[in-house]
T-cell receptor, first 110, second 112 residues
Framework: KNEVEQSPQNLTAQEGEFITINCSYSVGISALHWLQQHPGGGIVSLFMLSSGKKKHGRLIATINIQEKHSSLHITASHPRDSAVYICAVPLSQGAQKLVFGQGTRLTINP | ETGVTQSPTHLIKTRGQQVTLRCSSQSGHNTVSWYQQALGQGPQFIFQYYREEENGRGNFPPRFSGLQFPNYSSELNVNALELDDSALYLC???????????FGSGTRLTVV
């Protein structure tokens, strides 16, 4: 079993739909990251959160530390949101060894 | 403030050759981590450099080595390339004790 599991692995939706991507982890953490990777390969950091909820534009990330679970939501999805979304967890306090989920490939059709 | 720059963007090498990949960290960052991402997989931690010293290593053989320079830029060297080394290599920089990471766009290495 992977230390960081994401679901679903692939998700196709129509423009405008509400999207949810889930991340469960088994390692102890102090913060969880949501990242976005476009086909070119570069990774953009979307959120870093250790409790509660964060919102940026149409993106919302939530985390439940007790349940070791986080979700990334996209409201009013748009084709430009099509990308791979990855959650990542640092293994220990201060460590930069991130353990990544396998990613969720999101495709938004017009 | 500049971001993280990786070079080259693409590279094709022959099995058995050696390769050097480069990463310039974001201004103000003193720590660089390298990751290998095989096709369809999440990135895997290779190693981390902090103030020119290796500060943590993943499950990669010794033919993967690195350097960090006084300006905190970094190199990843891979000797005796194997076909399975074909992947996207990502570096990420941050300031020690700060969980904010900046990732580069990666170097796509193809070994033939």
């Amino acid at each position: 079993k992977n230390e960081v599991e994401q679901s679903p692995q692939n998700l196709t939706a129509q423009e405008g739909e509400f999207i949810t991507i889930n991340c469960s982890y088994s390692v102890g953490i102090s913060a969880l990251h949501w990242l976005q990777q476009h086909p070119g390969g570069g990774i953009v950091s979307l959120f870093m959160l250790s409790s509660g909820k964060k919102k940026h534009g149409r993106l919302i990330a939530t985390i439940n530390i007790q349940e070791k679970h986080s979700s990334l939501h996209i409201t009013a999805s748009h084709p430009r949101d099509s990308a791979v979304y990855i959650c990542a967890v640092p293994l220990s306090q201060g460590a930069q060894k991130l353990v990544f989920g396998q990613g969720t490939r999101l495709t938004i059709n017009p | 403030e500049t971001g993280v720059t990786q070079s080259p963007t693409h590279l094709i090498k022959t099995r058995g050759q050696q390769v050097t990949l480069r990463c310039s960290s974001q201004s103000g960052h003193n720590t660089v981590s390298w990751y290998q991402q095989a096709l369809g997989q999440g990135p895997q931690f290779i190693f981390q450099y902090y103030r020119e010293e290796e500060n943590g290593r993943g499950n990669f053989p010794p033919r993967f080595s690195g350097l960090q320079f006084p300006n905190y830029s970094s190199e990843l060297n891979v000797n005796a390339l194997e076909l399975d080394d074909s992947a996207l290599y990502l570096c990420a920089s941050s300031f020690s004790g700060n969980y904010g990471y900046t990732f580069g766009s990666g170097t796509r290495l193809t070994v033939v």
